[in-house]
């Protein structure tokens, strides 16, 4: 019997057999691929798939970023036989066609392109993004050809006025449910089918006097995707209303709303939430979209970024018993990911776990969760008194925001729960400050409080085209390198590829600023010292600051100089 791809992984040691089994639980609550639940869980990366395959089966495994393919070579196989099967042609010498192929136990695929090609196939292995980023650059990309298609060809009325299309009971959208002739509803498909491929975490949707512009927030960054026609402006947020469920008549006041929606990718089908707000602006109104798609989010701390020391005390103190842990920052700092991967690594049968947040943006099993609700009195303070009454291990709070919050989730992490959750501040050390300008005694900041953690995202630079940078000593000085780190390190910087859509940065990583309260730390609360006491004191007890973690990164080759600055100070 052949081993199986589970097997062969733990043989080549690239997975733990703790790891396996976790994602074979994965897999009997969400069928798929094994390899691709490894993946998405952050336990192997592509490439390690793609080595073992290449093992397992015999084919070779190649760089697909390191070829040119020839124009004739690409026509040999139509567009949506490659996308279908995510495989694609390398290069043909006689009657003999390379093939590059993710899944290289599809037979039948290959059986097939030999009959329509009547030539013989040698098969290749190759990371499947990599083979997807291949066929958007050789085939172009066709969910964007498609829209600018459809944008060149679409015959438009001189009627702007809003059409208001069919509300459904349910606001999941599929083929066959909406009427593919509405060019305002083809259009919404094809831009959010585009935004989740893209890997887009946001889509704005903004009017102005004489275009109506749209913008993908990807890796952080917003891009201007397409301007579609003005006749479009009213049918498109109209359309957005109604299957957000918004009221469409009302013009005048900020709306919030959520769909879901059933996107067709270049592999597979699969359902994405996401949050909407309208914001009523003079030209008319602006929409943003959230796209919560589970498969971006990472529930392994280990993936995220942490350097070892960091990562060590925050997986120490989210294994006590009780106390308060706080994760700092910005919006968009991946502060919500942190702290699903934090229970993540505590859900199990024998524990209670109750989270409060505003809204719920993930639903993971085994998690008690709670969309709070101001309208109707259902606030965080009242989630949590209610949460003190169901038996609680640990709480997860979405965000304290105000004194009585903060007070009822210092009480519950005095009387034996762990609580868990987020703050807007600039670094670690100013979150004791804030707490006690929130009206908390330092008494019971100091006897709570366990850790602190400040965070940030920034982007990483792409592998595929990266390039040595030359900067001076002084200048790496300045930054934050010490002399004989200025002197020695090798700093990468970005250069743009089709890889990256000539961005030179690819995906994102997090920097943390991790302040573990000892008993010196509290007693300096106590006595009311400074922001900048305690942040001296946490730097001589170990603690990294954001800038430290972040030239950690551009020591190791993963960010840019340009980007650290970007999100951290020197002090």
Request: charged fraction near 30%.
């Amino acid at each position: 019997m052949a081993m199986r791809l589970g097997d062969f992984l733990l043989k080549e040691r690239k997975i733990t057999e703790e790891k396996l089994q976790h994602a074979l639980e994965v897999q009997k609550k969400e069928p798929g691929k094994l390899g691709s639940i490894l993946i998405r869980l952050g336990h192997v990366t592509e490439e390690d798939i793609a080595q073992v395959l290449s093992k397992q089966f015999g084919y070779p495994s190649i760089n697909l970023s390191k070829f040119e393919i020839d124009e004739k070579v690409i026509e040999l196989i139509k567009p949506d036989i490659a996308r279908k099967h995510v495989v694609i042609p390398i290069h043909r010498i006689g009657s003999n066609l390379t093939l590059a192929m993710a899944d290289p136990s599809n037979l039948f695929v290959q059986e097939e392109i030999r009959f329509s090609t009547n030539l013989r196939i040698q098969a290749v292995i190759a990371p499947e993004s990599s083979i997807l980023e291949a066929i958007d650059k050789y085939y172009g990309s066709s969910t964007g050809i498609e829209a600018q298609k459809f944008l060149d060809e679409i015959e438009l009325s001189e009627d702007s006025n809003v059409e208001v299309m069919e509300t459904k009971e349910d606001d999941l959208m599929s083929e066959g449910e909406i009427d593919e002739d509405a060019p305002a509803i083809k259009l919404v498909n094809l831009i959010f089918n585009d935004a989740i491929i893209k890997g887009a975490s946001d889509i704005h949707f903004e009017p102005y006097e004489k275009e109506f512009r749209v913008r993908l927030r990807i890796d952080g960054v917003l891009h201007e995707y397409m301007k579609p026609p003005m006749n479009l402006k009213n049918k498109v947020t109209s359309r957005l209303k109604i299957v957000s469920g918004m009221d469409i008549a009302e013009k005048r006041l900020p709306q919030d709303g959520r769909i879901k929606t059933k996107i067709d990718t270049n592999t597979a089908k699969k359902v994405v939430d996401m949050r909407v707000s309208s914001l009523p602006t003079i030209h008319g109104e602006k929409i943003v979209i959230r796209i919560l798609d589970k498969d971006q989010l990472k529930l392994d701390l280990t993936q995220l970024g942490f350097e070892p020391i960091s990562l060590q005390k925050f997986e120490r103190n989210i294994k006590e018993p009780w106390g308060i842990i706080l994760v700092t920052g910005p919006t968009g700092s991946g502060k919500t990911n942190t702290l699903y991967s934090a229970v993540a690594k505590l859900n199990d049968d024998e524990v209670n776990i109750l989270t409060a947040e505003n809204p719920v943006e993930f639903n993971i099993f085994g998690l008690n969760q709670v969309n709070i609700k101001e309208q109707i009195g259902l606030t965080f303070p009242a989630a949590l008194r209610t949460f003190m009454r169901q038996d609680p291990n640990i709480i997860l709070v979405g965000e304290i925001r105000d004194f009585e919050t903060a007070d009822i989730a210092i009480k519950a992490a005095l009387t034996g729960h762990l609580v868990l959750s987020t703050l807007h501040t600039n670094d670690a050390p100013s979150t004791i400050a804030r707490l006690i300008n929130m009206g908390i005694e330092p008494f019971l900041v100091a006897t709570s409080l366990r850790l602190v953690q400040a965070q940030r995202l920034i982007r990483r630079l792409c592998n595929g085209c990266k390039g040595v940078a030359k900067i001076p000593a002084q200048t790496l000085i300045e930054i934050g390198f010490t002399p004989e780190e200025a002197k020695a390190v090798q700093i990468f910087e970005p250069k743009g590829c089709d890889k990256c859509n000539n961005t030179g940065y690819k995906g994102r990583v997090g920097l943390f600023e991790v302040m573990e309260l000892d008993e010196e730390l509290r007693e300096m609360v106590m006595i009311g010292a400074s922001t900048a006491e305690l942040r001296q004191k946490a730097k001589e007890k170990g603690m990294l600051t954001l800038r430290q973690s972040g030239l950690e990164k551009i020591k190791q080759g993963i960010t840019s100089i340009e980007e650290v600055l970007r999100e951290t100070s020197k002090v």
